[in-house]
């Protein structure tokens, strides 16, 4: 038994393995396709801000609070997992996993505040910022 030595090829690495070309432009172009997505995604939650500014229904914050999870869901689920195959050592999931955790704490304290009828128009506005703040940060 040889310990401690190299294999004939040289000194064995370990660790990830970067991508080859090829998989990197796959996965940027996975990126680009994802973040229209969630373009699309931030207007609708957006306009929907506005419909509750207009109109604060059951309907159009469960609406609202939809959109928000499937904006959420499609950053980690497939935004975060094509940037790690992209990336040799990936950063970020920890703070990401405590903004999700953040939002979820809103979305929750939007629908208490909804229900108990406690919170002002201007103070439910400006939770949904908060929200929109968030979910920016979640997107960079």
Same mark, same amino acid.
């Given at each position: 038994s040889v310990k401690g030595k190299a294999g004939a090829r040289g000194p064995v690495s370990v660790g990830r393995i970067a991508p080859a070309p090829f998989a990197q432009s796959l996965a940027r172009a996975q990126v680009e396709s994802i973040r229209k997505e969630l373009?699309?995604?931030?207007?609708?939650?957006?306009?929907? %801000?506005?419909?509750?500014?207009? @109109? #604060?229904?059951?309907?159009?914050?469960?609406?609202?609070?939809? #959109? !928000?999870?499937k904006f !959420?869901?499609? *950053?980690?689920?497939?935004?975060?997992?094509?940037?790690e195959r992209m990336s040799v050592s990936p950063?970020?999931?920890?703070?990401?996993?405590?903004?999700?955790?953040? #939002?979820? *704490?809103?979305?929750?304290?939007?629908?208490?505040?909804?229900?108990?009828?406690? @919170? @002002? #128009?201007?103070?439910?506005? %400006?939770?949904l910022e908060d929200i929109k703040g968030m979910l920016m940060d979640l997107y960079s």
């Open positions: 373009d699309i995604l931030l207007d609708q939650i957006e306009g929907q %801000a506005k419909v509750i500014e207009q @109109s #604060l229904t059951f309907e159009t914050l469960r609406t609202y609070k939809e #959109l !928000v999870r !959420v869901s499609i *950053v980690v689920n497939e935004l975060y997992e094509v940037q950063t970020g999931r920890k703070k990401s996993m405590i903004l999700v955790k953040k #939002l979820d *704490v809103e979305l929750e304290k939007l629908s208490s505040d909804f229900l108990s009828g406690q @919170s @002002s #128009l201007i103070n439910f506005i %400006a939770r």
